[in-house]
Nanobody, 124 residues
Framework: QVQLVESGGGLVQPGGSLRLSCAAS?????????IGWFRQAPGREREGVLC????????FLTDSVKGRFTTSRDNSKNTLYLEMNNLKPEDTAVYYC????????????????WGQGTQVTDSS
C-alpha cells in the first residue's frame, strides 16, 4: 500500500536551515503522482508549501517560502526532500508530505495519502 514517512524535523534557530525527507513506498515517484509539502501550525489550518509533480516540476503553494524553500526528489531512493533555508519563527509547524494523482494542487482534500508529519520548531 502507499506509505509516506517524513523525517528530519527538529529545533532550529531563526535564519537556520533544515532538510526534511519524505520516503515513499507502494508506488514510484515517476508514476503519475504529485507530492505536496504541507504544514500546520497550532490553531491554524493546514496549508500547502510546495509541490513537485511526477515530471519533476516544482510549484509554490504559498508565497511566504519563495526564495527560501526548495523541493527535490531522488527517484533512485523514491524519496523527496524539502530544503528550508533562512527559517523564520512563523515557519514553526508540523510538516507533512502528501501524494495525489495528477497535477499539484493547494487543496488539502485532493491528496489521498499522507505521512505522519515531522515537527519543525523555532528555538528562539
Amino acid at each position: 500500500q502507499v506509505q509516506l514517512v517524513e523525517s528530519g524535523g527538529g529545533l532550529v534557530q531563526p535564519g537556520g536551515s533544515l532538510r526534511l525527507s519524505c520516503a515513499a513506498s507502494g508506488f514510484n515517484l515517476e508514476d503519475d503522482y504529485s507530492i505536496g509539502w504541507f504544514r500546520q501550525a497550532p490553531g491554524r489550518e493546514r496549508e500547502g508549501v510546495l509541490c513537485i509533480s511526477s515530471s519533476g516540476g516544482g510549484t509554490f503553494l504559498t508565497d511566504s517560502v519563495k526564495g527560501r524553500f526548495t523541493t527535490s526528489r531522488d527517484n533512485s531512493k523514491n524519496t523527496l526532500y524539502l530544503e528550508m533555508n533562512n527559517l523564520k519563527p512563523e515557519d514553526t509547524a508540523v510538516y507533512y508530505c502528501a501524494a495525489k494523482r495528477g497535477r499539484c494542487s493547494r487543496v488539502v482534500t485532493f491528496y489521498s495519502y499522507w505521512g505522519q508529519g515531522t515537527q519543525v520548531t523555532d528555538s528562539s
